[in-house]
């Protein structure tokens, strides 16, 4: 089975401080999300990556940046942390299917990160 | 841009019943469909894909997709309390998207007993 595993299931910090979650995945999956869950907003995506040291913007990736050194390994950073960053956060991974024109293939998600900031 | 829309729900049957959740995307090109079931609390949980016309059946859930109509479809046959989740309707558009899924928001089904 395919394992995602989020360092942290519970977080507090404070506004202000830099945040660090960490995301490892044991499948040698090419491709890497990150998502924050909020209720009445659904899913939203952050960033992604596909490659090690690639990193491509999602749907709103202000406030946040990414970093990818090794193929098992996404970390998305708070870089200021604010109120409006309480979340949950999850991160996800899928293999590439067929190349880079195929259809793709199912995301598998970790636990998440509950997220506060004071 | 690209859209997926869900029955809005939430979505209430009786234990046993047939719950039928549907689910419309906008990009005439996506290839891959994806259904999650999420509990509340938990991270969402892959249950079905489908890929091509027609139904696909794993076990109580049954998928559907009828790409002319752009319109993806689960159902959940003997419904069970233990199906009160959030679903999750998911559409990969293909192309240089690397993965990238785009969600639904998400239908609330509750099976009472």
């Known amino acids: 089975d395919v394992k995602v595993t989020q360092s942290s299931r519970y977080l507090v910090k404070r506004t202000g401080e830099k945040v660090f979650l960490e995301c490892v995945q044991d499948?040698?999956?090419?491709?890497m999300f990150w998502y924050r869950q909020d209720p009445g907003l659904g899913l939203r995506l952050i960033y992604f990556?596909?490659?090690?040291?690639?990193?491509e913007k999602g749907d709103i990736p202000e406030g946040y940046s990414v970093s990818r050194e090794k193929k098992e390994r996404f970390s998305l950073i708070l870089e200021s942390a604010s109120t409006n960053q309480t979340s949950m956060y999850l991160c996800?991974?899928?293999?590439?299917?067929?190349?880079?024109?195929?259809?793709?293939?199912?995301?598998?998600f970790g636990d998440g990160t509950r997220l506060s900031i004071l | 841009q690209k859209e997926v829309e869900q029955n809005s729900g939430p979505l209430s049957v009786p234990e046993g019943a047939i719950a039928s959740l549907n689910c419309t995307y906008s990009?005439?090109?996506?290839?891959?469909f994806f259904w999650y079931r999420q509990y509340s609390g938990k991270s969402p949980e892959l249950i079905m894909s489908?890929?091509?016309?027609g139904d696909k059946e794993d076990g109580r859930f049954t998928a559907q997709l009828n790409k002319a109509s752009q319109y993806v479809s689960l159902l959940i046959r003997d419904s069970q309390p233990s199906d009160s989740a959030t679903y999750l309707c998911?559409?990969?558009?293909?192309?240089?998207?690397?993965?990238?899924?785009?969600f639904g928001q998400g239908t609330i089904l509750t099976v009472h007993p």
């Open positions: 996800a991974s899928s293999p590439a299917g067929g190349g880079v024109w195929s259809g793709g293939q199912p995301q598998h």
């Open positions: 499948m040698d999956h090419e491709n």
């Open positions: 990556s596909y490659d090690v040291k690639m990193k």
């Open positions: 990009d005439r090109v996506s290839q891959s």
């Open positions: 489908i890929y091509s016309n």
């Open positions: 998911a559409v990969n558009a293909g192309g240089t998207s690397y993965g990238k899924l785009t």
